[in-house]
């Protein structure tokens, strides 16, 4: 059999056989030092390279250059993670098609063996291919001025500022809170000293518990709609809203924030946001309009004892009430 | 002692039963499944940190937030399980309700907690769920036989998401069985859940039947909502602690299936959001440009089209230009004045259309409702709500979502009707029902500073119905008008809106209703004409090309082959 088929059948079988069966493995939950995309990646090249030297196929240079090509393509669509947008893309596939014409280039030698077979096609030697490629590339450059022209429409991507710059004070119920040195009154002890205790069971035994309850029942009247009743932003009303309610399991929440922040965000809701943070999308209500200031505090009590977060703060002082 | 008993007992009996399992029939009782004792403290834990409120603390469905729920918490005290592979009637099996806490029951308020909670807490708290059950008992070996359905399986082989493929014939087959059983008597003619305005839970509380048409909302759909196995489980088990019997000695298994087929054949194809289990919302709205005059008559051939995304099943030819439905997400206005916690409607569905001739755009608005308002004095409603200052508006900035802000004015078209010669207990209308509207436009500073216009209406309302548990309304309006308030829509520009609605029937006005958030629409500009003789202009310049290439090519070899050029040499 010829030898550059053989070459080609080691790409293309072993491509889809690394893909579908070795891919998964390498990709698992958990990622680990070994089982990673990129190792995975290398070993993939490893193989060819192994492959292809054992067999001595020594394949044409153009098919060579096909196949780093076709590996700069596989890596970047399906191995490079998080997945890039796709004019990056485009841009980072140029840079690879300069790349792999440098390298069929590198010296004269190759690059005639490289142009040697398009060259055949042009002129007609290869009858066959030449008559598909010099009618399938009309066909193709026609299309691809329909898709050009054709007008589509996508809705406009909009930036919003997620955590916005906190005012020094806030006012809430006729009283202002200077945001730097307010803390929450309900934080009367540890928050990590409760963690086998019940709401509700233990609410008369000790007053830590009462708060949770108290802040968990008025959560549970109010926000479980749109922060989910596992607190991940996922409520029955969630899917409605845009921006998406905030997730405070998430670590990028509640989780790096003063509660005095919260209790800032919790009172004045959208409205109070300012214009980088769409205020007219949020549908945050102004809670102080609800709640008083009071069960504002033990909802945001709640919130950190039911995702087991602590508040950030700042300093060394404790966080008695 | 008993406990040594009971053990050797439920020994011979799980012996008994495996034995009889072997035999391909369902009719011997098998134990359910005992509670691990073992389990109880770390479930407690998960309880009472997860589920008591809304559960409660002794499992009565009255947890903080229960009065605040439409379809209300779980009552664990009866034992009444509503999604089961047992009997109707029944004690669940713990594979049941492990699957219920796994994936949530979609449509309440009820999440899944498979992807938060791990495999053991999951099975832990089954069991201390099971032991806030206090009429009835899963250690009760004798008196709580339950039996374990055979479902058959899926005949036709179908796969998710979205299990296309069912032959026609099975589903008008199901459709038989739908009728010769009266399933519209309580999920209507074409089962939109609005055939039974009066129905009661076992508790006493107000219930409605399913509404076929968003199978995303089944409760039973375990995240895979257009699974017909979901529909095959209901009709057979029957729903516990409602008014959905079992057909499970009326309706062959094969029938069942088929039945199953028709009713999802009603569920329209949508991509689900995994996290949510809702589907995407269509965040752009195109109206489509018509040639001449658009057709004000919501049963003209060109405002047909599918509920269904056209890029998961793609329309019929003869339909295929026109626009399609948009899904508008919706839930109550939680935010502001009197808050909307238990909305009767989820969803919205666009299709717009607009004409240059005409200089109008034509806006059909069509949500389900159950059941219409009979009260003159709180009719249903819905609205479409704009920027009335489009123009002042910059970048990303829009008015406030709920009704604008003091600075930022918001144009709505409202909606206000009612059904004539309806009553909702009547059987099932094919025709619908004529509408009998009224149009107001007013102007939002506020959800609490609304005011009408003063300047002339200029939106009417140019067809309208409500047939079959689906309201449908079209707006028409100007492209331009006068009015100082009126937004002034211009065509291939992004333009900010959102939608409004109100249940008369649960008396709801004002601020009191449900929502959208801020979606964009735009008007899209006939086809260029361009696109008709570009693309075989460039294809012949591309041939024109190729034979230059060509040419060239052949005649550089020509020079090489009588040595009037050298070949590129190697340098020495």
Not at chain 2, 8 to 19: C, E, N, P, T, Y
Not at chain 2, 220 to 227: E, K
Not at chain 2, 241 to 247: E, K, R
Request: one cysteine or more; aromatic letters at 14%; hydrophobic letters at 40%.
């Amino acid at each position: 059999m010829n030898k550059g088929l053989i070459s080609f059948l080691v790409f293309v079988v072993g491509l889809a056989v690394f893909h579908n069966a070795i891919f998964p493995i390498f990709t698992p939950k958990e990622i680990g030092w070994v089982l990673n995309r990129y190792v995975y990646f290398l070993i993939f090249v490893a193989y060819l390279i192994i492959t292809n030297l054992i067999l001595r196929l020594k394949p044409p240079i153009a098919m060579t250059a096909l196949f780093v090509w076709g590996l700069g393509f596989y890596f970047y669509k399906f191995i490079l993670y998080p997945p890039i947008p796709w004019t990056l893309f485009i841009t980072y596939m140029v840079m690879w098609s300069i790349g792999t014409f440098l390298f069929v280039s590198q010296d004269p030698e190759t690059f005639r063996e490289f142009r040697k077979p398009i060259v055949k096609t042009i002129v007609g030697e290869y009858k066959f291919a030449q008559i598909i490629a010099l009618t399938a590339m009309p066909i193709l450059v026609g299309f691809a001025t329909y898709n050009t022209i054709y007008p589509s429409y996508q809705e406009p991507v909009e930036l919003r500022t997620v955590h916005p710059a906190p005012p020094a004070t806030t006012k809430v119920h006729g009283k202002t809170y200077p945001l730097e040195s307010t803390n929450n009154p309900f934080r009367v002890d540890e928050q990590d000293n409760y963690k086998d205790s019940f709401p509700f069971l233990d609410a008369d035994k000790n007053e830590y518990m009462k708060y949770v309850t108290e802040g968990g029942t008025i959560f549970f009247q109010n926000c479980h709609y749109c922060h989910g009743d596992q607190l991940n932003g996922l409520g029955m009303f969630s899917h409605v809203f845009n921006p998406t309610p905030a997730n405070f399991i998430d670590p990028g929440t509640i989780a790096m924030l003063q509660e005095a922040f919260i209790f800032w965000r919790v009172s004045k809701g959208g409205p109070g946001l300012p214009n980088e943070s769409t205020p007219w999308s949020s549908a945050m209500p102004p809670w102080e309009e609800h709640l008083n200031t009071e069960e504002i505090w033990k909802v945001i009590l709640f919130e950190y004892w039911y995702t087991g977060w602590h508040p950030r703060t700042f300093g060394t002082e404790g966080s008695e009430g | 002692m008993t406990k040594n008993t009971n053990y050797i007992k439920r020994l011979i009996f799980s012996f008994l039963a495996v034995a009889l399992i072997a035999i391909p029939t369902s009719v011997f009782a098998v134990a359910p499944d005992g509670i691990k004792k073992d389990m109880l403290e770390t479930g407690k834990k998960v309880y009472f940190k997860r589920c008591v409120w809304c559960h409660g603390v002794e499992g009565g469905g009255d947890g903080p937030s229960a009065d605040r729920l439409f379809t209300r918490p779980r009552n664990f005290i009866q034992g009444t399980f509503k999604i089961r592979t047992t009997d109707s009637g029944e004690l669940p099996m713990e594979a049941d309700l492990i699957k219920t806490v796994k994936n949530g029951l979609q449509g309440s308020a009820m999440p899944a907690w498979g992807e938060f909670l791990s495999d053991n807490e999951i099975v832990s708290v089954v069991q201390f769920v099971k032991s806030l059950v206090q009429d009835r008992d899963f250690n009760d070996i004798e008196d709580e036989g339950v039996t374990v359905q055979d479902f058959g399986t899926n005949p036709w082989g179908t796969t998710g998401p979205y299990h296309l493929g069912v032959p026609q014939a099975d589903i008008d087959a199901g459709k038989e069985v739908f009728l010769k059983n009266k399933c519209f008597e309580c999920h209507g003619g074409e089962g939109r859940g609005d055939g039974n305005p009066t129905m009661k839970d076992d508790w006493g509380f107000p219930i409605v039947a399913a509404d076929w048409t968003q199978c995303w909302n089944f409760r039973g759909s375990r995240r895979d909502a257009f699974n017909p196995f979901n529909v095959v489980r209901t009709v057979s088990t029957g729903l516990n602690g409602t008014p959905m019997p079992n057909f499970k000695d009326q309706v062959t298994v094969e029938d069942r299936w088929k039945l199953a087929a028709f009713v999802n054949s009603l569920c329209p194809r949508k991509n689900i959001d995994p996290l949510t289990s809702k589907p995407i919302p269509d965040f752009l709205i195109q109206s489509v440009y018509t040639e001449g005059q658009v057709s004000p008559n919501i049963d003209d051939p060109s405002w047909q089209s599918p509920d269904t995304d056209s890029r998961i099943v793609a329309f019929p030819e003869e339909i295929k230009d026109n626009p399609k439905r948009h899904y508008i997400a919706m839930a109550g206005q939680i935010t502001r004045g009197k808050r909307n916690f238990d909305p009767k409607t989820d969803d919205l569905w666009v299709t717009s259309r607009w004409s240059a001739e005409d200089n109008a755009v034509y806006y059909l608005v069509e949500y389900h409702l159950r059941f219409m308002s009979q009260d003159p004095e709180y009719p249903d409603a819905v609205a479409i709500q704009w920027p009335a200052k489009l123009q002042d508006l910059f970048g990303a900035e829009k008015p406030y979502f709920i009704m604008g802000d003091s600075k930022k004015p918001v144009d709505i078209w409202k909606a206000n009707f009612l059904a004539q010669d309806y009553n909702a207990t009547n059987a099932p209308k094919p025709d619908g029902y004529k509408l009998k509207v009224d149009v107001e436009e007013f102007v939002g500073l506020g959800f609490d500073a609304l005011s009408a216009k003063e300047s002339e209406g200029k939106v009417q309302v140019v067809d309208s119905i409500y047939k079959q548990g689906r309201v449908k309304i079209m707006f028409k309006r100007d492209l331009k008008t006068e009015g100082e308030f009126d937004v002034q829509i211009p065509t291939e520009k992004f333009i900010p809106v959102s939608f409004l609605q109100w249940a008369g029937r649960d008396k709801e006005k004002d601020e009191h209703m449900s929502i959208s958030t801020w979606y964009y629409t735009i008007l899209k500009p006939a086809l260029p004409a361009s696109l008709y003789y570009m693309p075989p202009i460039m294809a012949v310049v591309f041939v024109c090309f190729q034979g230059w290439l060509v040419w060239m090519t052949k005649r550089t070899r020509k020079m090489y082959d009588e040595g009037k050029m050298k070949r590129d040499e190697l340098p020495k």
